[in-house]
C-alpha cells in the first residue's frame, strides 16, 4: 500500500470517528462537526471572506519571509566570516531565538502602530533568526580548501566568493534553515494577525471567537494547516531533495 493510499484511509477513519464524537458526546457548538466546518468552509468561499484573508496573510508571509531570508542570510554570513561578531552579535542572536516572536508585538504596536507594519515586523523576526543561524552553520562547515581554490581561481575573497562558492555549498544547511524559518513565520504570521488589525487568516479567527463561531474557527485552522503542509510538500520538501540528491547526501538523510 502506498504513502498516499495509507495517509487517504487514516483522514478518513479520522473524519468518521470525528463525526462519531460529536453525535455520542454531544460536544455541539463548542466543537463543531465535520459537516458544519465544511459548511462554514463553503460559506467563507462563497462570500469571499476566506479567500480575501488567505490572500492577505500570504501577502504579508512573502513579504516577510523574503525579508527574514535576506537579513538573516547576510547575518549568517557576517557570523561565519567575522570572529568578533559571530561572539558578540551571534550570541546575542543565540539569545533572541529563545524569545517567542510574538512577545514583541506590544513593542511593534509602539513604534508602528497597531497595523500591517507591525504584522511584517514580528512575522520577519520570527523568521530571522533561525535563517541567520542555519547560514551561519552552514557557511562555517565548508571545508576551506573549498575557499583557498575558489580564491586562487580569482573570485577575491568578498561578494563573489559568498554568492559563487558559499551560498552553493551551503546550501544543504540553508534549506533546512528556509523550512524551518517558513514554520517560524506561519506562527508569527497568525499570532500577529489575531491582535493586529487588517483582513487575514489571524483576524478571521479573531472574529470567529468573538463571534463564538467555532466551525469558522476550525475552518481557518485547517486552512492554516492545509497552506502550511503544502508549501512545505510541494515546494521545500522537493528543493530540499533535489539539493541533496545534487550533493550526494540523499542516502545519509534516510
Not at 60 to 66: D, E, H, N, T, Y
Not at 138 to 155: F, V, W
Amino acid at each position: 500500500m502506498s504513502t498516499a493510499s495509507r495517509r487517504t484511509i487514516f483522514l478518513v477513519l479520522l473524519l468518521i470517528a470525528w463525526e462519531a464524537g460529536f453525535r455520542l458526546f454531544g460536544w455541539g457548538w463548542k466543537f463543531p462537526s465535520p459537516t458544519q466546518t465544511l459548511q462554514a468552509f463553503y460559506d467563507g468561499l462563497v462570500h469571499g471572506e476566506l479567500l480575501q484573508a488567505t490572500f492577505a496573510s500570504m501577502a504579508r508571509l512573502v513579504v516577510s519571509f523574503a525579508l527574514s531570508l535576506l537579513i538573516g542570510t547576510t547575518l549568517g554570513f557576517l557570523f561565519a566570516r567575522y570572529r568578533m561578531l559571530d561572539d558578540t552579535l551571534g550570541f546575542l542572536v543565540v539569545s533572541l531565538q529563545t524569545i517567542p516572536s510574538i512577545a514583541w508585538l506590544p513593542f511593534a504596536i509602539i513604534w508602528f502602530g497597531l497595523n500591517e507594519s507591525s504584522v511584517i515586523f514580528i512575522t520577519t523576526l520570527g523568521a530571522t533568526w533561525t535563517m541567520a543561524l542555519a547560514s551561519r552553520t552552514g557557511i562555517k562547515n565548508i571545508p576551506p580548501i573549498y575557499l583557498r581554490a575558489a580564491q586562487t581561481m580569482g573570485t577575491g575573497n568578498g561578494f563573489n566568493l559568498f554568492v559563487q562558492v558559499m551560498i552553493p555549498a551551503a546550501f544543504p544547511h540553508l534549506i533546512n534553515g528556509v523550512r524551518t524559518a517558513w514554520a517560524f513565520a506561519w506562527r508569527a504570521l497568525v499570532a500577529g494577525e489575531l491582535i493586529a488589525k487588517g483582513a487575514g487568516l489571524g483576524q478571521l479567527l479573531q472574529d470567529g471567537r468573538n463571534l463564538g463561531d467555532t466551525s469558522l474557527m476550525l475552518c481557518i485552522v485547517i486552512i492554516i494547516a492545509v497552506l502550511g503542509t503544502v508549501s512545505d510538500h510541494f515546494c521545500f520538501k522537493k528543493l530540499e531533495d533535489k539539493v541533496l540528491e545534487r550533493y550526494g547526501l540523499a542516502g545519509s538523510k534516510s
